[in-house]
């Protein structure tokens, strides 16, 4: 009794020591005061043990501010038997009973709030929906997804008068009640784990929660499914409430599953539906890729690589989630059986975290591929067309993870998760936007990578251990380029506009690949020179058949690229390098014959027939061939890949096919033309052919390895405000200074080999004409 009245005493004081500030503080926000209310009794939750009368105290004062602050301007009714509720266990020292309490205390000031804010928006009262709205939950953050905004943005947008009160309703409820019914599915799902550990207070709290936020869901519940269907919904959640035992509970949550089946409170629009679907594709074709990074036969190499396919596992289930109702309604079965593929996926990472029954990476990545065949029988064709628009959202994720990298000092981590977030945006989005918006696509790169001179990219500055806030501003920079680029490619494009952009993408490339054989095979008219177009012919040849093989098998190619840390910029400059190293050496040939005249020479008493040199020259013409044409082919397969994402293969297909017509027609009206011409017209044409094409080539491979950091680059401002994009794409042409010079270099070059070769041809005709008839040559 004495104790008792001891505690009593001590929270009265406590209280009148609060009145003042209580008074001082009616003027706090809602969320504000809220949040002070669970503070109290968070704080009460934690002496309830060892402190009873400081936990008393924190109740009281919890109670004042919720009395002082926030009942007189909303409904109480179900908070306030809530606060006696945790009256009651406080006095009864009932963690577990006080833990549901303060679920239920807080998810009626939530449920309060909305009520509040909806009403004042259906009045088009901005003002007082401005101030309630605040006081909400949202999703939990994770590196792949961000909390909405919506509801904010229609209580803005209202205040402005740019939409009408029936639309932010709606935004509103689009925006919370998607927001409670995750929060929701976490609640249970938290359940269940704390049932496995026996964690009483964490059970009591998580239904207290799950309850609290179906009483949020209700009355859309009741709106798609009617009374009768939410009056059972409530009797299970209220058995669940009650239960005592493990198999009460259960059953409970058997029967409450089996309640929400379907149930979607706040439907997601199409574009949503694709975006999260989206997510979950590319989430999952990451987790085998991460894993394997992390492992060796079935050990543990790298714990950090093991989290980053945890966490991405994670992410896709929570889209599947997402989806899980609308997947219910297009094939029940097929939806449990990926929900059990989930969970097995999940407990293969589970063991490989706690280094207990390891998985080899070829389990997870058949565990993922089975996932994976079976969201594609269930998924709707839509959905499977990857969406940018998650691609993006999981770039932004990730640009926020390499910031805290740096804020922590980890950059090495900072740089990992540039990379990660650079190769989703080169197997996704940059893809598109070399079709769509090919202008936007140098921008993003040079932030992502070493800059343009002036500004300085991500990659240069985390090499450089530069501070965050250097790193924060380019970041911003970059937000700004990539929220451009995603408006530009996020629209849907019509099967007549996707298919000419195949054909115009094929058209271009073919048409480099025609002048590159043109101008090679020019100089091979003479019957003893002709037999050197065959190993071109086989070369190229050869390079169309690696292209169809490129696109085929793209996605596992890329990907397995990803894995070894090459992306396709780097491999691209090795293609290119070939292939330009190969053309310089095949147009001295061409020009001399003195190269490999004088390579065949030093062989020639050792072979009489035509293996050794002219399988040599055989070769290297081959190799010409091949590296010149595949070079285009592998560019136009990543081109294509975007385009099947944005439309179907048949459409691009047949845009392809449109494309190859035209190069056909023009190889054939090149070749014609060459054929008829004169000898020396036709190495005048030839020579003006390589020199275009190899200051071309020239200017698109230096072009990327300034991008990807191996070139330094000085921009020249004025020309760069003077050339369209397009003279980037199609004739290499970049306003750098080391582009340019390289460029100029290259055609200095063909022209001096030309130049070089003429004055040899006349030096010998004039050696002739001026030796005696019958005296022999010194030579």
């Not at 309490?101 to 000031?109: D, L, S, V, Y």
Request: glycine letters at 6%.
């Amino acid at each position: 009794m004495i104790r008792r009245l001891s505690a009593a005493v001590l929270a009265a004081l406590v209280v009148l020591s609060l009145l003042p500030g209580l008074a001082g503080a009616q003027g706090a926000s809602p969320a504000s005061s809220a949040e002070q209310v669970r503070a109290a009794l968070v704080q009460a939750q934690l002496d309830l043990a060892r402190n009873p009368a400081a936990a008393q105290a924190a109740l009281d004062h919890a109670r004042a501010t919720f009395d002082v602050q926030l009942a007189p301007q909303l409904e109480a009714a179900q908070i306030t038997p809530a606060f006696a509720q945790a009256q009651q266990a406080l006095e009864a020292g009932s963690a577990a009973e006080f833990a549901a309490a303060r679920a239920q205390i807080w998810t009626g000031m939530l449920a309060a709030s909305y009520a509040k804010t909806e009403a004042a928006l259906a009045q088009g009262d901005a003002a007082t929906a401005q101030a309630w709205l605040p006081l909400r939950e949202f999703r939990h953050a994770t590196r792949f997804s961000r909390p909405d905004a919506d509801a904010t943005k229609a209580v803005v947008a209202l205040a402005r008068a740019e939409i009408t009160p029936e639309q932010a309703v709606l935004a509103l409820r689009a925006d919370l009640l998607d927001t409670y019914q995750a929060r929701q599915t976490e609640a249970l799902h938290d359940l269940q784990i704390a049932e496995g550990q026996s964690f009483g207070s964490r059970r009591a709290e998580a239904v207290g929660l799950s309850v609290g936020y179906f009483a949020i869901l209700a009355p859309a519940y009741a709106e798609q499914r009617g009374q009768p269907a939410l009056t059972e919904a409530e009797q299970a959640f209220a058995a669940l409430q009650r239960a005592a035992t493990p198999e009460a509970s259960t059953a409970a949550q058997a029967h409450i599953e089996q309640v929400l089946q379907g149930f979607r409170a706040a439907p997601l629009g199409a574009a949503e539906q694709e975006r999260r679907a989206g997510q979950m594709l590319r989430f999952l074709s990451l987790v085998p890729v991460e894993y394997s990074r992390g492992v060796s036969g079935q050990n543990v190499t790298k714990d950090l690589e093991i989290r980053e396919a945890v966490t991405f596992r994670d992410g896709a289930a929570a889209a599947f989630n997402d989806l899980r109702t609308l997947l219910d309604e297009r094939d029940p079965a097929l939806a449990k059986q990926a929900a059990q593929s989930f969970a097995t996926l999940e407990q293969m990472l589970t063991n490989a975290s706690q280094r207990t029954n390891v998985p080899a990476a070829g389990q997870v990545q058949q565990a993922t591929d089975n996932l994976l065949a079976t969201l594609g029988q269930v998924m709707p064709d839509a959905w499977q067309q990857r969406s940018s628009a998650g691609d993006f959202d999981v770039i932004d994720a990730m640009l926020d993870q390499m910031q805290a990298a740096v804020a922590a000092g980890q950059y090495d981590l900072a740089e990992s998760a540039r990379l990660e977030a650079y190769a989703i945006l080169e197997s996704g989005p940059e893809a598109k936007l070399v079709v769509f918006a090919p202008q936007m696509k140098a921008p993003i790169e040079q932030l992502f990578w070493f800059g343009d001179g002036d500004t300085k990219g991500l990659a240069g500055l985390i090499e450089a251990t530069a501070p965050a806030s250097e790193i924060a501003a380019a970041r911003t920079a970059l937000n700004a380029q990539l929220a451009e680029a995603k408006v530009a490619i996020g629209g849907q494009n019509a099967p007549v506009a996707v298919a000419t952009n195949a054909a115009i993408i094929v058209f271009r490339e073919g048409l480099e690949a025609v002048l590159i054989l043109a101008s090679l095979m020019g100089s091979l008219k003479s019957a003893e020179m002709r037999r050197y177009r065959t190993p071109m012919w086989v070369g190229a040849a050869a390079a169309l058949g690696f292209s169809a093989l490129t696109w085929l098998m793209s996605r596992s190619i890329l990907n397995a690229l990803l894995a070894f840390g090459i992306n396709a910029e780097v491999l691209e400059v090795y293609v290119s390098l070939l292939a330009i190293g190969v053309l310089l050496l095949i147009t001295n040939w061409f020009f001399h014959q003195v190269y490999w005249t004088g390579w065949m020479a030093s062989f020639h008493q050792q072979k009489k027939r035509l293996t050794g040199g002219e399988a040599s020259k055989w070769l290297g013409l081959a190799l010409l061939g091949f590296s010149s044409i595949y070079r285009e082919g592998f560019e136009t397969v990543l081109f294509m890949q975007a385009l099947v994402l944005e439309s179907t293969t048949a459409v691009v297909l047949g845009g392809v096919a449109v494309g190859l017509l035209a190069t056909l027609a023009i190889g054939i009206v090149v070749f014609f033309v060459q054929a008829k011409l004169p000898h020396k017209k036709m190495l005048i044409v030839t020579g003006i052919m390589i020199c275009a094409v190899l200051v071309q080539m020239v200017g698109k491979t230096v072009h990327v390895t300034q991008v990807i950091g191996w070139l330094p680059t000085h921009p020249i401002r004025w020309l760069a405000d003077l050339l369209p994009y397009w003279t980037g794409m199609w004739f290499g042409l970049y306003a750098t200074w080391e582009g340019l010079l390289m460029q100029f270099a290259s055609a200095a070059f063909v022209i001096g080999s030309y130049v070089l070769a003429e004055r040899q041809k006349h030096k010998k005709i004039e050696t002739a004409v001026a030796q005696p008839r019958g005296v022999p040559s010194k030579a």
